[in-house]
């Protein structure tokens, strides 16, 4: 049964139960990255492979170099591949970082603390242990060893030792493919000059950059004009192409709002349809089959505030990072009014102290959002808050 008109924490409910996470994908490590892992990764090899110098100086067997003293310096190890030619106890080889530590040495001392006379080495140590400056084989990873557990955040640290596993395919959670379809006859493109009754088309710049800063790069953007044929088939071929639809405009009641219309013509099961709140009470939600779409309100500071608030933890599902903005509570700087039954959503301003409201709150505009770094959620239930008083803040994602 279709929603009409629901409370926020209904809506959110409908979105976590509604969307199931993308199936995994084998993908190269290097786009893998930002990515929640989708399985186990064993290591291939012994990391390190071999016995390896972690200073530039000298490899020597401890209890010879006790025994006799002074050592004979038989040669240099370099990094890289190289034969492995036994050490003998009363010598001692030059060797640099990364280095393989030849069969017989145990421990390297820092070519500082030495001094060399006729291929003869001195050590002045006074700390020198056995095992010194060796990182021994298999000592971060051992082959067939679980190295990383599935459902990690892949960090870039963690590509990288994925990497330095000999692992170049990893089994992760996708991003969805993302289409923004843009509704309005009154679109223009910034950079060309306005008609009168046209304004510069902004939603799909503010959204992909949203979507980026979520990690969302393959992002497609199509544009309607307002007429239901047409937008049919512009979401037709959306839903073709991508996993999650992002409309702007056209999801009210105004005779060229079609979203609701086209959605029914392309068989999308509707969710919900309109919020108890402010901005973003026309915003649509639906699916069809393991597609996603939602009908976002064109004000740009109504799509804004509705992608922080739905489709930012909808990605989160989908993707298995579930991210979503983190909710903390602050003291308001000043005292608010607000109209029962509806959920405000305002632009503020945390200082790590407290909450302040920006000016400018209509969904129209964005020069508020433009310096907030968080949205304050004055509750449904409730019409006045008092200054200093604790609300809840969502904190927008930086970059
Ligand atoms: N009779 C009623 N009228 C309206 C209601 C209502 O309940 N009853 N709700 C109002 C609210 S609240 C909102 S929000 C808007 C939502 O309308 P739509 O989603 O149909 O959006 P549009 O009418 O197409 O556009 C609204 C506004 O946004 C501008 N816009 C649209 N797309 C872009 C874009 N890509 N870049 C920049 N600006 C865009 C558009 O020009 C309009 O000014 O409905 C109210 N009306
Ligand atoms: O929700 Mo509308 O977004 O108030 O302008």
């Known amino acids: 049964m279709p929603k009409e008109f629901i409370p926020v924490s209904e809506a959110k409910k409908l979105i976590a139960e509604t969307i199931i996470p993308l199936p995994p994908l084998k993908v190269f490590l290097n786009d893998a990255a930002g990515l929640i892992l989708a399985e186990d990764v064993f290591s291939v090899t012994d990391v390190p492979p071999f016995n390896q110098s972690s200073m530039d100086g000298y490899a020597l067997n401890f209890d010879g170099w006790q025994k006799n003293g002074e050592l004979f310096i038989d040669g240099v190890a370099q990094a890289g591949p190289a034969e492995s030619i036994p050490l003998k106890t009363q010598n001692a080889r030059r060797i640099f970082t990364g280095a393989a530590v030849p069969p017989g040495a145990d421990t390297v001392v820092m070519q500082e603390k030495t001094s060399v006379n006729n291929d003869e080495l001195t050590i002045s140590d006074q700390n020198i242990i056995k095992g010194l400056n060796v990182r021994l084989k298999g000592s971060e990873a051992k082959a067939g060893e679980l190295a990383l557990e599935k459902n990690c955040f892949l960090s870039p640290p963690a590509i990288g030792f994925i990497a330095?596993?000999?692992?170049?395919?990893?089994?992760?959670?996708?991003?969805?493919?993302?289409?923004?379809?843009?509704?309005?006859?009154?679109?223009?493109?910034?950079?060309?000059?306005?008609?009168?009754?046209?304004?510069?088309?902004?939603?799909?710049?503010?959204?992909?950059?949203?979507?980026?800063?979520?990690?969302?790069?393959?992002?497609?953007?199509?544009?309607?004009?307002?007429t239901l044929e047409t937008l049919t088939a512009v979401l037709n071929s959306a839903l073709q192409q991508s996993d999650l639809v992002l409309l702007t405009g056209g999801v009210s009641v105004g005779d060229y709002d079609f979203v609701i219309r086209a959605a029914q013509a392309n068989g999308i099961e509707q969710v919900f349809h309109k919020i108890k709140q402010k901005p973003g009470k026309p915003i649509y939600f639906g699916k069809k089959g393991k597609k996603y779409i939602f009908g976002l309100p064109g004000n740009p500071g109504s799509v804004m505030s509705c992608f922080y608030e739905y489709v930012y933890p909808a990605l989160g599902i989908l993707n298995n990072s579930n991210i979503d903005l983190k909710h903390i509570q602050a003291p308001i700087s000043s005292a608010q009014k607000k109209a029962p039954g509806l959920t405000q959503f305002l632009k503020g301003y945390y200082d790590g102290n407290m909450v302040h409201d920006l000016k400018a709150q209509e969904s129209f505009r964005l020069s508020s959002f433009a310096k907030a770094n968080c949205l304050i959620k004055l509750d449904e239930d409730q019409t006045e808050f008092n200054e200093g008083q604790l609300v809840e803040i969502h904190l927008l994602p930086s970059f």
């Open 164 to 226: 330095g596993l000999g692992i170049h395919e990893l089994l992760v959670f996708p991003q969805p493919s993302v289409t923004i379809i843009l509704t309005g006859n009154e679109l223009q493109q910034p950079g060309l000059a306005l008609e009168h009754g046209q304004v510069y088309e902004s939603n799909s710049f503010a959204l992909k950059a949203a979507l980026k800063q979520a990690g969302i790069f393959k992002v497609n953007i199509l544009s309607s004009e307002d």
